[in-house]
């Protein structure tokens, strides 16, 4: 299953507050890419891989996934630290600002991403720009709600 961007197919009640929030953001005319919502435990097994197997084992779980292969260059990078995302589970969404001209900003600053959190924080959010500098995931917002 390829990445999945509709709010929609996350989990209740985080669904119901990912698309207020991501209203409340086109309202306030701060424009947002949203990248990943709910995640297969196949495109998290091929994430976890990147950084961590060799590039012919990744770009196979990338395919199993339904995501195109990847780069050695990009392969030396690791992109998560777990096998259980809360994407996985239907309570996460990476979302990225979005510039003036429609240009997603991919490698932002968080001064890029703190409008966007701002909104989406008071929604039940907790972001990844609030996590300490090891594990600071700026696109990354995860339901804390119960």
């Known amino acids: 299953m390829p990445v ?4 929609n ?3 209740s009640p985080a669904k119901e507050a990912a698309v207020k929030a991501l209203a409340a953001c086109q309202s306030m005319s701060v424009k947002v ?10 495109v998290q097994n091929a994430y976890y ?3 961590r197997e060799p590039l012919d084992d990744t770009n196979a779980k990338r395919k199993i996934a339904g995501l195109p292969p990847i780069t050695d260059a990009e392969n ?3 992109i998560t630290w777990t096998l259980k995302s809360k994407h996985s589970s239907g309570k996460a969404m990476d979302l990225y600002p979005v510039d003036k001209t429609g240009k997603i900003l991919w490698s932002g ?3 890029d991403f703190q409008p966007i959190a701002d909104i ?5 959010f907790d972001w990844g720009g609030d996590w300490d500098a090891k594990n ?5 917002f995860e339901w804390k709600a119960t």
């Open 4 to 7: 999945i961007r509709d709010p």
């Open 9 to 11: 197919k996350m989990v």
């Open 33 to 42: 890419f949203v990248n990943e919502t709910l995640r297969s435990q196949e």
């Open 49 to 51: 891989a990147q950084g």
């Open 76 to 78: 030396k990078n690791m």
């Open 109 to 111: 600053k968080k001064s």
């Open 120 to 124: 989406i924080k008071p929604f039940g």
């Open 136 to 140: 600071l995931d700026l696109p990354h």
